[in-house]
């Protein structure tokens, strides 16, 4: 009897080690994901609520979920100011996760998966001449329930000669915030 009790205490300290660790790790890593972003995106603050997602996520949460999905690239300023901003409400009015993918190279190779989202977003992005669609960075969808709800790319197609600092002005700052409060309220209600 002492045996199996022995080998009982041993079973439960084992899998009580493996779970204290399994627990720590996976907070060094969440740390790490953050420092990450906010090294890639420099205007981000490490307290960030990006979420590193595959492309398979992104598509599952325009599909089924609810949130905000966040399509950028670390190489645009564009981005990095959207960025900084959209976090920044976000955490004010207690949301707890941008779903983040850099879409760049689906999108330079036009993969079936980049196209599955080009479909998704189809109504929302803007089209050439020929009605082909293309996903302009940054762009933001809002979707409740597997429906989008709201959709933003208005700063993706600012001519590349205006500085980022020059076009964030507090009054389009504010602006910006009113509009990001509406989505919050539209996946809340």
């Not at 990095?80 to 330079?108: H, S």
Request: contains cysteine.
């Amino acid at each position: 009897m002492s045996k199996i009790k022995s080998l009982i205490i041993l079973f439960i300290a084992i899998f009580g080690a493996y779970a204290i660790y399994y627990h720590f790790d996976k907070q060094k890593n969440e740390e790490i994901v953050i420092d990450k972003f906010s090294s890639e995106y420099n205007l981000v603050s490490q307290n960030n609520i990006f979420k590193y997602s595959t492309i398979d996520e992104i598509i599952n949460v325009l599909e089924n979920k609810t949130g905000f999905v966040f399509l950028c690239t670390p190489e645009s300023i564009w981005c990095n100011y959207y960025a900084k901003y959209l976090n920044e409400e976000l955490m004010a009015n207690n949301i707890d996760v941008i779903y983040y993918y850099n879409i760049r190279n689906d999108r330079a190779l036009n993969t079936i998966k980049y196209q599955k989202i080009l479909s998704l977003l189809d109504q929302y992005i803007y089209k050439d001449d020929s009605s082909n669609g293309k996903i302009y960075m940054p762009d933001l969808t809002v979707v409740k329930d597997g429906v989008i709800v709201a959709h933003n790319n208005d700063t993706s197609l600012i001519a590349s000669d205006q500085k980022g600092e020059d076009y964030w002005t507090e009054e389009k700052q504010n602006e910006f915030k009113k509009i990001i409060q509406e989505y919050v309220l539209l996946i809340n209600e």
